[in-house]
Nanobody
């Protein structure tokens, strides 16, 4: 049974920083793509960032490019996302996800991910 558990969410002021973590347990391959998605109140879940397990390549949504950084531990069982210069539009429930073929099949599409965490709330205050 694969489990993904997010942590690190909380309340942060505009312009501040936050670091999210995703711990992976169970049978996953180190080649899986690992991604972050978010869902704001009243909106659909959207892609934020992804790191490919094979190449280490990354991709970001335009809205976070240059402010957020995704990374993965050498043991491939932990993933992080450093969030800098946050703004109120970043307020959302953040989910981590893992997908065997996600990187090549469309890593911005949540349907390509096999496993999901329950989310961690990020709230940006003005």
């Amino acid at each position: 049974q694969v489990q993904l558990v997010e942590s690190g969410g909380g309340l942060v002021q505009v312009g501040g920083s936050l670091r999210l973590s995703c711990a992976v347990s169970g049978r996953t391959s180190s080649t899986y793509a690992m991604g972050w998605f978010r869902q704001a109140p009243g909106k659909e879940r959207e892609f934020v960032a992804v790191v490919d397990g094979r190449s280490g390549n990354t991709d970001y949504a335009d809205s976070v490019e240059g402010r957020f950084t995704i990374s993965r531990g050498d043991a491939k069982n932990t993933m992080w996302m450093q969030m800098n210069r946050v703004d109120p539009e970043d307020t959302a429930l953040y989910f981590c996800a893992a997908g065997a073929g996600a990187w090549y099949n469309g890593h911005r599409d949540e349907a390509e991910y096999d496993y999901w965490g329950r989310g961690t709330q990020v709230t940006v205050s003005t």
